[in-house]
Nanobody, 124 residues
Framework: QVQLVESGGGSVLAGGSLRLSCTAS????????MAWFRQAPGKEREGVAA???????YYVDSVRGRFTISKDNAKDTLYLQMYSLKPDDTAMYYC??????????????????WGQGTQVTVSS
């Protein structure tokens, strides 16, 4: 059974940094695509960053240059390093995974497995 467990969320001031982690278990191997999504109250779920099985990375424009997605295959852990956080980054952040590289890496309908989420709150 595949499980994704996020950690690392919290409250920071604007301009601060956080690193989110997502530990995966239950996959047969490391050849799967993983991504971070976020959802703020009253808004649709948004793809933030993704990394495919070949190491290709994808970012939504609003975070490019501030966030970095990475994956440690030895630890089965996905990371999202977030710098220069803004109040608009406030949301519940979810980890997602799929055994097949999706056609739209930042499309939430492309992913089969989801974590429970970790809250990120950025105050001004």
């Amino acid at each position: 059974q595949v499980q994704l467990v996020e950690s690392g969320g919290g409250s920071v001031l604007a301009g601060g940094s956080l690193r989110l982690s997502c530990t995966a278990s239950g996959f047969a191997d490391n050849t799967y695509c993983m991504a971070w999504f976020r959802q703020a109250p009253g808004k649709e779920r948004e793809g933030v960053a993704a990394i495919d099985s070949d190491g290709g990375t994808y970012y939504v424009d609003s975070v490019r240059g501030r966030f970095t997605i990475s994956k440690d295959n030895a630890k089965d852990t996905l990371y999202l390093q977030m710098y220069s956080l803004k109040p608009d980054d406030t949301a519940m952040y979810y980890c997602a995974a799929d055994p097949i590289n999706p056609m739209k890496p930042l499309g939430h309908k492309e992913y089969t497995y989801w974590g429970q989420g970790t809250q990120v709150t950025v105050s001004s």
